[in-house]
């Protein structure tokens, strides 16, 4: 088992080694798979795979021990729940995980070590770690997207009337603005400026997705509106 502080996985703000946990392996990682069915098509060959576009939870199994038994409650204590979870040969990754299952069973040959087994749940990309800081525009520019997947960007749009605002070539519609107006691409909902309330009824369009590489920012607004600011929480994401 590897005591040192350089190997380690970290979940819900803590480490293993904060706990006693000593990893015996890497952890098992599957790549995540697109969600889809096959189906037969006349007149063609084989099969075609029909998907959205959408990916499935993927499995992370790591393995570790403890010394002393005693450490077994604060294990417990630990792994449950959801939360982010990191490892220290990609320190600068994490998922959004929760815990499945926690296995325990004696160490071999030991009457006070335990090896545990736990199964994460994990949605299908991971994120940058620590997150991203927003990116503010008062002009119209531009964003490269570092990772290997579209992110899910949450936009905050200082802006009064009807405009328009486009990411990447993505543009959606803004009517009747008073204030402002938030954009969250996971809850794939607009906003009040202070996230208490909905506003889906003032937006036309899906909510953008920024694509690997450089993406174009830009706006223009109707007669009598107006946009001060644009804000992306950008999020990247990695297969």
Partial sequence: ???????????NGTYSWEKGALMTAWPTR?????????????????????TDGTYGTVEVNQEFGIRDVTQAKGINDWLRGTGLLRFSDEPELAYKA????????????????????VNFICQPF????????????????????PGTAPSKPRVIITGTGDFSVTIGG??????DIASGIVVDSELMDALTPDGTALMNDHMSGTPWTIQ???????????????????VVLPRWRYV
């Fill in 1 to 11: 088992m590897r005591s040192t502080k350089s190997v380690w996985f970290w979940y």
């Fill in 212 to 230: 690997p590489g450089m993406n174009a920012v830009s706006w223009e607004a109707e007669s009598g509106g107006g946009v001060g600011s644009v």
């Fill in 98 to 117: 929760r815990v499945k299952t926690l296995k325990a069973e004696p160490a071999a040959g030991r009457l006070l070590g335990r090896r545990y087994t």
């Fill in 170 to 175: 993505e543009t959606l519609y803004f009517t």
């Fill in 126 to 145: 991971r994120y940058q770690y620590p997150e991203a800081a927003a990116i503010t525009y008062t002009a119209a520019g531009s964003l490269n997207n």
């Fill in 30 to 50: 599957y790549a995540p798979t697109l969600n889809g069915k096959e189906k037969d098509v006349s007149g063609r060959d084989g099969e075609v795979y029909v």
